[in-house]
């Protein structure tokens, strides 16, 4: 019986500490990246425990009617360590000729993320 109580205040002391512990990648991150046209954007990706998405939006004053702006493309994390994640974009799924890309995130600071597209396209992310 003490056996058994000792097991379960253990396991419930490990839950806690890993409910605790949230994963350095996830939150809610911005930044500015250039689009394939050359043209600066805003970048918003949200990574959270249930997968993560991406949104792209006019950024300094730069005016166009690309339909893939201002909405939430999902993305998918195809591989994750503590300080970098490799996803996967997923454009098309939310309309045709939307961006679909695979790019690597590297935690270069607690509060800086750094991305590489497939492309080499480069985007620098900020923790909100």
Aim: charged fraction near 20%.
């Amino acid at each position: 019986m003490r056996t058994t109580a000792l097991f379960a205040s253990s396991l419930f002391l490990l839950a806690s500490i890993a409910h605790a512990q949230q994963p350095a990648l996830q939150g809610k991150w911005t930044g500015q990246a250039t689009n394939s046209t050359g043209a600066q954007v805003q970048v918003d990706l949200v990574v959270a425990k249930a997968g993560a998405t991406l949104r792209l939006s006019q950024s300094g004053g730069y005016v166009t009617r690309d339909e893939c702006l201002d909405r939430d493309i999902p993305v998918s994390v195809t591989s994750q360590s503590d300080s970098e994640m490799v996803v996967a974009i997923q454009g098309a799924k939310v309309l045709r000729g939307c961006l679909d890309e695979t790019a690597t995130f590297k935690l270069t600071d607690p509060k800086t993320l750094q991305g590489t597209l497939k492309d080499g396209r480069t985007v620098k992310l900020v923790r909100k």
